[in-house]
């Protein structure tokens, strides 16, 4: 064997069926069509694939870091993705196809979507469109959950490239297609700035591929050739260039207006989320604090099972379990319900466990007066030991108010629609990492520096009010 | 007013009161003396039932309180009997959270469900009484201990409790205020009320008390008139405790 120099490719093999995923039968192995075409084009150019293994949202960041030489992911060449890499010639051209419930009878188009949720990949030709037309719509990071919440009614339709819903959809009894695959776009190499060399070759080994029929062997293996397809190979043969196929899909640019406003609605519901389940975790940390500190013994341990559990786990699985899982007993709650419900649950073992250390900073003393006075215990601790105990949870409740606030950003995971996801989403649209992160940093702060503000104001006047307790006990 | 039979209380193990018996007729003051650790606070807690008793019985006003009852209902009667007997303790647990006028009537108002207003009228009079008609509106905090202290026995008043527990009461307070205090005391007995005070200062309880009971090591070793304790008491124990407690007095 000479020595042949890698050529690193980048893709996410996530839920990334047809175009490259881990093969059932042996995990370690990555397989799909594209991974297929990606050992012909360099086979063809004398050197060594290398996978590496990305995520779909992040990949043009990762190109121009380095980690890699191309994306070859079903890459679309989108106007705004021209400002930041270079495009080889296409190699495919897809079209996009709806699918809804198969009982559905009301959604034959995408017309028909205007007060429907239609979920689709973030960051890609088909959220763009959903976005230009004014359709309510939600990015996932694979396919495999679009279609999941489809089929739990969380939303109500799916756009998908082709070959996706072609290898995810099809042949679910659950789902059909709602009308015929419409629009073009073209699927490109995505290489970095300057690497004019490098896409010469790459140029020069899809024209051969495409010519020699190697591709159409795999795109057939893989059920994917079709009309649209036989256009490409024979462009190639008679030795035009693709270059001048610019299908209307690929050259939707990201609307900075669109944008902005989708950032606020992020914001909103980063906030409703937070207060969501603040609310909880406070209302469901006091019987859980009350029934681990005085309840029977079966209850203690319930209790503090609950309590180990949600603090022993991480918040991001449980969201996930909540997400994923539950639906399988049948129980499918939206991702912002499920969020607030989750971080609800999660926190209210971290509020518990604020109410307890409260609760027993109260001098044992206090309950003795109230029941000297003829209260019973239930009377003695609404009236004499909650309201004291409350003044000293009161600040570390606000801190951890202030932790929930940034942990709302797990919900990123299962696609809900708040300011990390629209951080991640619209910065990989536009590029604008650096502007954007400042806007979205500027938000969570503009929240969270004021709360922590009031914890520390609240635990000087705390620290003040308490030496009566003090001086009394010494 | 009060009568106590047979009294016993384990701790722990630990035997903290052994057998003790007395009465306190209806208007007059006891007090009840020892070294600490002799199980006079304990005996206190007895009384307004914070403590359940292991032998015997006692009785509060008109609630009788039996070691053989099931602990049930024994809390549910010593609820009923802490509302006849009103409690001042050592460390006060005045509520901090509450003004001075809160403090005195938030039981009659949420355990006795009386107006709000009458009470409030009520308070103020106590305040007078125990001189302090301008605290109403101020917070424990800002109060010295002997401040607190009137505080928390106006509190205790306003419940119209026909008995008076007092735990160490003058620990926190000067010799004038001492005194002070006793005759406060002392004009209760004339609205009423029977008054125990525990305290191991015989100088305080000499101008206060009717009769005397002294403890040791949770046995009562001697009760009797206060005149006839101190001046010629049986126990050489008792007349050590005294002896001990003037020479301290004097030094």
Redesign the interface.
């Known amino acids: 064997m000479y020595a042949q120099q890698p050529l690193g490719w980048g893709a996410d093999p996530s839920g990334g069926a047809p175009y490259v995923f881990p093969d059932p039968a042996n995990p370690d192995r990555y397989i799909g069509y594209e991974k297929e075409m990606v050992d012909a084009l360099a086979a063809a150019m004398g050197r060594r694939p290398e996978f590496v293994p990305s995520d779909w949202e992040t990949l043009v960041s990762a190109l121009e870091r380095g980690s890699f030489d191309v994306i070859v992911n079903g890459l679309e060449p989108t106007a705004d993705r021209a400002r930041q890499i270079l495009f080889s010639k296409p190699y495919y051209i897809f079209q996009l196809q709806l699918t809804v419930r198969t009982g559905d009878e009301n959604i034959h188009s995408l017309a028909d979507c205007t007060n429907h949720v239609v979920g689709t990949l973030g960051n890609t030709a088909a959220s763009r469109i959903l976005q230009r037309d004014g359709i309510p719509y939600r990015g996932y990071l694979d396919p495999v959950a679009a279609y999941r919440d489809l089929e739990l009614k969380r939303i109500d339709a799916v756009l998908m490239d082709v070959p996706a819903e072609a290898f995810y959809a099809r042949d679910n009894p659950h789902l059909k297609r709602a009308g015929q695959p419409f629009e073009r776009g073209l699927y490109v190499i995505g290489l970095r700035k300057g690497d004019e060399q490098l896409k010469a070759q790459v140029d020069a080994a899809i024209d051969k591929i495409l010519a020699d029929g190697t591709l159409e062997g795999i795109l057939k293996r893989w059920k994917l050739w079709n009309e649209a397809q036989v256009e490409l190979q024979a462009r190639a043969r008679a030795g035009q260039s693709g270059d001048e196929l610019a299908y209307n899909l690929t050259s939707i640019t990201f609307n900075w207006r669109e944008a902005l406003i989708r950032l606020a609605r992020a914001a909103l519901v980063t906030v409703g989320i937070a207060f969501g389940s603040m609310l909880i975790a406070m209302l469901l940390g006091l019987p859980l604090a009350l029934g681990q500190s005085k309840g029977a013994r079966w209850l203690q341990s319930l209790c503090t099972l609950y309590v180990e559990f949600f603090r022993g786990t991480p918040v991001l699985v449980q969201l996930l379990f909540l997400y994923f899982g539950l639906p399988t007993i049948g129980l499918a709650m939206p991702g912002w319900l499920t969020a607030l419900v989750g971080l609800g649950l999660n926190y209210a073992a971290y509020e518990s466990q604020v109410y307890r250390a409260a609760l027993e900073a109260i001098?044992r003393?206090?309950w003795?007066?109230?029941?000297?006075?003829?209260?019973?215990p239930v009377?003695a601790f609404r009236?004499?030991i909650l309201?004291?105990a409350f003044?000293v949870a009161l600040p570390p409740m606000t801190n951890d108010f202030v932790s929930l606030f940034k942990d709302t950003s797990v919900a990123y995971a299962i696609s809900v629609w708040e300011l990390a996801t629209a951080y991640r989403e619209l910065a990989n649209a536009s590029g604008a990492f650096l502007l954007l992160g400042v806007a979205v940093s500027a938000f969570y702060l503009a929240m969270s520096l004021p709360m922590a503000h009031l914890a520390r104001r609240l635990e000087r006047r705390l620290t003040k009010?308490?030496?009566?307790?003090v001086e009394?006990?010494a | 007013m009060i009568s106590v039979e047979g009294l016993e209380k384990r701790k722990g193990g630990k035997q903290i009161l052994r057998n003790v018996s007395f009465r306190v007729e209806a208007g007059s003051v006891l007090g009840i003396m020892g070294a600490s650790g002799s199980g006079k606070t304990t005996l206190l807690r007895c009384l307004n039932g914070l403590e359940q008793i292991d032998t015997g019985w006692l009785q509060c006003a008109s609630v009788t309180l039996d070691s053989g009852l099931p602990t049930k209902s024994y809390r549910r009667r010593a609820n009923e009997l802490r509302r006849q007997v009103g409690t001042v303790f050592q460390h006060l647990y005045l509520f901090p959270h509450l003004s001075v006028l809160g403090n005195i009537i938030e039981a009659p108002v949420h355990v006795l469900k009386r107006m709000r207003a009458e009470v409030e009228t009520e308070a103020h009079e106590l305040l007078r009484l125990v001189g302090l008609a301008d605290a109403a509106s101020r917070y424990p905090e800002s109060l010295s201990g002997g401040e607190q202290q009137r505080v928390a026995i106006a509190r205790a008043l306003a419940m119209h409790p026909k008995i008076l527990l007092f735990d160490e009461p003058t620990s926190a307070l000067d010799p004038k205020r001492s005194t002070d205090l006793r005759s406060l005391l002392r004009s209760f007995v004339t609205r009423g009320h029977t008054l125990v005070v525990v305290s191991h200062a015989i100088g305080f309880l000499q101008g206060l008390s009717d009769n005397l009971l002294y403890m040791e090591g949770g046995e009562v070793v001697e009760q009797g008139p206060t005149a006839q304790i101190l001046q010629s008491p049986r126990d050489p124990r008792t007349l050590d405790f005294i002896m001990h407690d003037s020479a301290g007095a004097s030094a």
């Open positions: 001098p003393g206090q003795e007066a109230a029941y000297s006075l003829g209260m019973t009377l009236r004499i309201p004291q003044r009010g308490r030496t009566l307790g009394a006990e």
